[in-house]
């Protein structure tokens, strides 16, 4: 089952979004499968095999444009992958972009941003 105090601390350990491999990483150990983050509700949920945990932590909602926008979302993840923004301008880029959430599949090593239930653009996680 799922431990929220050790989610919290690998969350709040993590510096910028440049290292997000290693987060990912430590996400696995601790037996986390899979995360959504929704933005407008500025909420994760984490699962592993049988459960589904909710945690708001460093979350803040966001606006969703209602128009999607691939070209947009992709400059947002590359300057994440850089470690040029944080979490949170990453966070309002997304939602600028009409991605109303994502889900990180650490199994298959892809992130799913998602328009509704529509996917605007699928990346591998880099150094998974």
Not at 50 to 58: A, F, G, T, V
Not at 82 to 87: R, V
Request: glycine share 8%; with cysteine; proline share 4%.
């Amino acid at each position: 089952m799922l431990n929220i105090k050790e989610i919290e601390q690998a969350v709040n350990n993590e510096q910028n979004a440049g290292g997000f491999a290693d987060l990912m990483k430590t996400f696995l150990q601790l037996g986390v499968k899979k995360y959504d983050y929704l933005i407008a509700q500025g909420l994760y949920r984490y699962y592993d095999d049988d459960h589904h945990l909710d945690l708001q932590m460093n979350a803040v909602s966001k606006s969703v444009s209602p128009q999607g926008n691939p070209t947009k979302l992709k400059e947002a993840v590359q300057k994440a992958q850089a470690g040029q923004i944080d979490f949170d301008i990453f966070c309002q880029l997304a939602g600028e972009a009409g991605i109303t959430h994502w889900q990180t599949d650490l199994i298959k090593k892809k992130v799913t941003y998602y328009k509704h239930t529509t996917p605007l653009l699928i990346e591998p996680i880099p150094g998974l």
